[in-house]
Every structure is written in C-alpha cells, then in structure tokens.
Antibody, heavy 120, light 115 residues
Framework: EVQLLESGGGLVQPGGSLRLSCAAS????????MSWVRQAPGKGLEWVSS????????FYADSVKGRFTISRDNSKNTLFLQINSLRAEDTAVYYC?????????????WGQGTLVTVSS | QPVLTQPTSLSASPGASARFTCTLR?????????IFWYQQKPGSLPRYLLR?????????GSGVPSRFSGSKDGSTNAGLLLISGLQSEDEADYYC?????????FGGGTKLTVL
C-alpha cells in the first residue's frame, strides 16, 4: 500500500523559510516521479512542483519559481520542498503526491498534507 | 482564459447519473491529452479516480468502482467524468487535470451535491 507522510509545516513569518518532507513507503520510490500540490483554505488544487525519479528533471509553477526548490533522497525514500521568501499567499495545505511512473508527473496517490501558515 | 474550465457546481439525485465536464481552452486539443480526475471530500485528501485519453488508453484508480468512468466530447473539446448510480457518499469536489507545457494544470473543480 502506498503511503505518503508529509511533515515540516507550521506557522512562519512573511519572508521566512520552511523545509517540507514527505516520507514514502509501499512502492519503489526511485522509480516514480513525485510532486507537491497545495490547496489554500477554501480554494482548489494548485500544482507547485514535480521532479523525475532520479531528481534530474524538475518543474515548477511560475508562482513559486525561484523561491521553492524540490529535491529527493532516494536512499531515504524522502521527498523535500524547500520554501523560501514566504508570502501570505503561500498559506495552504501542501500535499505530496506520487507520479504515474519514472517521468510521468501526473498524480495517483496523495499524502494527508501539511499546513503552512504565513502570518506575522 | 484558463487552460481547464469546470462548472462550479452540479447537483443530482441519489441513483441518478452525474456528468462532469472539463473543457480545454481553445487551441488545446482534448484528443491529445490524458484527462485525470480526482475526488476530494470535505476535510480529506484528494483521491485519484481515473484517467482517460481513449478507450485504448484509460486507467481506473485503485479501488475505484466501475460506476465512475471517463470519456471525451470532441465537439466541445471537453473531458468527461460520468458517475452512475449516485450515492450520498459521492458528494465531493471533483477536479480534472492534465500535463500541459511542462506543468500539471488543474481545473477549478466542480462541487457535487447529491440531494
């Protein structure tokens, strides 16, 4: 059974930083692309970033490019999202999601999410 | 104009069928894309329902009942999600998505009310 467990969210001041983690189990982690998707309170789903199974190919939404960095440690079955220069509009639940295969970034399993709140 | 457009809401009766539309922006051909559908119940994480590109390229999500199905309407350039035999537990938000121009694009979501 695929399991994805996010952590690292919390309350942070504008301009601050956080590092989100997603611990994966139940599948061959290095064989799949992984993504982050966020959902602001009461809003729809917004894709944030994806990377391939090796981590060699990364993709970002324009809204986070230059501020967010996606990475993975395949030896530890863990996905990361480094988020810098946080803004109020980054407040959201951040979901980790598994891709369909090594390079297919479309999502077929989701974690429970971790809440990031940006406020002074 | 957004890449994917979904109606904000849809209502249907228990036992009836519901038809969700996901219209691709003019100039983006629905025939080219796998359309993904997700269900999100209040307070819960999204759930992958299925993907549909053609009858020969489709996939049902793990544990998703066969009363959920996908199709396309080329005349309106839309992906479709069909739910038959509606149950109260189907009440949720439904999102479509595609991989477009090196990004995952979601539609705005359709809220299904079963009444």
């Amino acid at each position: 059974e695929v399991q994805l467990l996010e952590s690292g969210g919390g309350l942070v001041q504008p301009g601050g930083s956080l590092r989100l983690s997603c611990a994966a189990s139940g599948f061959t982690f290095s064989g799949y692309a992984m993504s982050w998707v966020r959902q602001a309170p009461g809003k729809g789903l917004e894709w944030v970033s994806s990377l391939s199974g090796s981590g060699g190919n990364t993709f970002y939404a324009d809204s986070v490019k230059g501020r967010f960095t996606i990475s993975r440690d395949n030896s530890k079955n863990t996905l990361f999202l480094q988020i810098n220069s946080l803004r109020a509009e980054d407040t959201a639940v951040y979901y980790c999601a598994k891709g369909q295969d090594y390079t297919d970034n479309m999502l077929d399993n989701w974690g429970q999410g971790t809440l990031v709140t940006v406020s002074s | 104009q957004p890449v994917l457009t979904q109606p904000t809401s849809l209502s249907a009766s228990p036992g009836a069928s519901a038809r969700f539309t996901c219209t691709l922006r003019s100039g983006i051909n629905v025939g080219t894309y796998r359309i993904f559908w997700y269900q999100q119940k209040p307070g819960s994480l999204p759930r992958y329902l299925l993907r549909y590109k053609s009858d020969s390229d489709k996939q049902q999500g793990s544990g998703v009942p066969s009363r959920f199905s996908g199709s396309k309407d080329g005349s309106t350039n839309a992906g479709l999600l069909l739910i038959s035999g509606l149950q109260s537990e189907d009440e949720a938000d439904y999102y479509c998505a595609i991989w477009y121009s090196t990004t995952v694009v979601f539609g705005g979501g359709t809220k299904l009310t079963v009444l």
